[in-house]
């Protein structure tokens, strides 16, 4: 789902992350991929033009600034919507949301994504409107790819070898699956080691080709 505003090139950018990581997995035409767009059901609205809940994004979107604080959405409890929806509940699913506006969670003052293992990701283009517009996308494109690793699996709990514990799991190879606390720059590192050839590394390659394996 894409919150309504979002820029059409952005969200290209993670539709095109999503083909680069199954395709790396291996399952590019094992997984049905639905682009619902800016999604709103037919009774989105009721008699009173009022929101009904869970049937559009931009219900999700409000209850997590309504849970939220100035300019930020709640990270979190937009994570528990989509992991609490009845949609969830009929046929489950991988759930993306993509956002224009910042996110935060308990642990972090903002965060550019977040990510359940076997579940979902919420990814917002917020920290990058400011960069150059090919530049932003790129960055975009990287920064889906990290939070649709962590949703195939990365990083595995029993992994010992090229792990960090900083905020979650995360890989010490040059890889897609490093941490980067400052935005943008080490989003821009990572974005120029990914168009250099550097996405997955090799353990990070490996793990996820498994993790569909199963």
Same mark, same amino acid.
């Given at each position: ?115 359940? +293992?076997? *579940? =979902?990701? @919420?990814? $917002? &283009? ?5 960069? /150059? !517009? ?15 690793? +962590?949703? *195939? =699996?990365? @990083?595995? $709990? &029993? ?5 960090? /514990? !900083? ?23 990572? &974005? ?6 550097? !996405? ?15």
């Amino acid at each position: 789902m894409v919150e309504d505003g979002v820029d059409q090139t952005h969200v290209d950018a993670v539709i095109k992350s999503i083909h680069a990581v199954t395709q790396i997995a291996g399952v590019n035409n094992a997984l049905q991929i639905n682009n619902f767009g800016v999604w709103r059901s037919h009774n989105w609205l009721n008699s009173q033009d009022q929101m009904t809940e869970w049937n559009s994004v931009d219900w999700y979107i409000e209850q997590a600034q309504v849970h939220g604080r100035h300019k930020q959405l709640h990270g979190g409890h937009l994570m528990k919507l989509l992991w609490n929806e009845p949609w969830q509940k009929m046929h489950a699913h991988y759930d993306i949301v993509i956002t224009k506006q910042d996110l935060y969670d308990e642990k972090c003052n903002f965060v550019i994504g977040l990510a359940v +293992h076997r *579940f =979902g990701t @919420i990814i $917002s &283009t917020n920290r990058f409107l400011n960069l /150059e !517009s090919e530049v932003a996308r790129e960055c975009i494109v990287t920064e889906a790819m990290h939070e649709i690793g +962590h949703m *195939f =699996g990365l @990083i595995l $709990s &029993t992994r010992t070898q090229c792990v960090d /514990e !900083s905020l979650g799991l995360h890989c010490t190879n040059k890889c897609i699956m490093r941490q980067g606390l400052s935005v943008p720059h080490d989003w821009l590192v990572f &974005t120029e080691d990914r168009l250099n050839g550097f !996405s997955f590394c090799d353990l990070c390659t490996r793990d996820l080709k498994r993790y569909f394996s199963k």
